[in-house]
């Protein structure tokens, strides 16, 4: 699988790794402006909180799709590295937090009140991941 992630990414794993952490950290940061709204924390005229929680939900499943094509990456290519310890960690925490926030979403419908907290587990964690990997490989170039 490692060779097929190489192929892909044209050589360049690290790189693609750390812009698709990015882009996704990015869209996180989108996704608390959005349940903001949603949550009429903030009231912005020109969006509905039901359309910022639409959005939200729908970008969401963006966001974790895209999680899991880099996890692929990450288990795929560099394996569980003895230096990445919290790298692994943590993103071994987020990936169990997500699965968790979705089964609230899509069948534990009793437990919705965990959504705020959860979602902010899936921030601060996914924000700690991205540090330990792509922020650590951004700050030495």
């Not at 992630?5 to 996180?28: D, F, M, Q, W």
Request: proline share 1%.
């Amino acid at each position: 699988m490692g060779d097929v992630v190489e192929t892909l990414t044209r050589g360049n794993v690290i790189e693609v790794k750390v812009i698709l952490a990015s882009v996704v950290l990015a869209l996180a940061v989108y996704q608390l402006v959005l349940i903001a709204v949603g949550y009429r924390v903030v009231r912005p005229s020109f969006l509905s909180s039901r359309a910022a929680s639409f959005a939200h939900r729908a970008l969401g499943d963006v966001i974790a799709a895209l999680l899991v094509v880099v996890a692929i990456m990450c288990l795929s290519y560099f394996e569980l590295e003895d230096d990445a310890g919290a790298h692994v960690v943590a993103a071994s925490a987020l990936l169990i937090v997500i699965a968790l926030k979705i089964m609230v979403i899509r069948r534990w419908h009793r437990l919705g009140r965990l959504l705020p907290l959860l979602g902010a587990c899936v921030f601060v964690l996914l924000a700690l991941t991205w540090a330990t990997s792509a922020g650590d490989l951004l700050a030495d170039r």
